[in-house]
């Protein structure tokens, strides 16, 4: 069984920095593509970021281009994802997830992902 725990949420102002983490267990992290989701009040889940296996492709939603980074360690078993430039449309809780079907194509699409973490709430203050 796959477990995903993330960390790293908090309260910033607009403007801040936050660093989202995810760990991840299981033996075949590097065969996992990673994605970053979020969900806010009211709205459906939407896509943030995605890796490949060795960090080669990534994947931006528009609306966090230029301002977020996505990465892995792969020794680690850990995902992040570095939140610049925050504003309050960015508040959401941000959810972590694998997709472990031994395909190394980053999707945008929630329906690939095998496993999701608990998440961790970001909240931007004005």
Do not use: H
């Not at 889940?45 to 080669?56: H, L, M, N, P, Y």
């Not at 809780?93 to 973490?117: E, F, H, K």
Request: net charge neutral.
């Amino acid at each position: 069984q796959v477990q995903l725990v993330e960390s790293g949420g908090g309260l910033v102002q607009a403007g801040g920095s936050l660093r989202l983490s995810c760990a991840v267990s299981g033996r075949t992290f590097s065969r996992y593509v990673m994605g970053w989701f979020r969900q806010a009040p009211g709205k459906e889940r939407e896509f943030v970021a995605t890796i490949s296996w060795q960090g080669g492709i990534t994947d931006y939603a528009d609306f966090v281009k230029g301002r977020f980074t996505i990465s892995r360690d792969n020794a680690k078993n850990m995902v992040y994802l570095q939140m610049n430039s925050l504003t309050p449309e960015d508040t959401a809780m941000y959810y972590c997830a694998a997709d472990a079907s031994n395909s190394n194509l980053p999707s945008r699409g929630s329906m690939a992902y095998d496993y999701w973490g608990q998440g961790t709430q970001v909240t931007v203050s004005s």
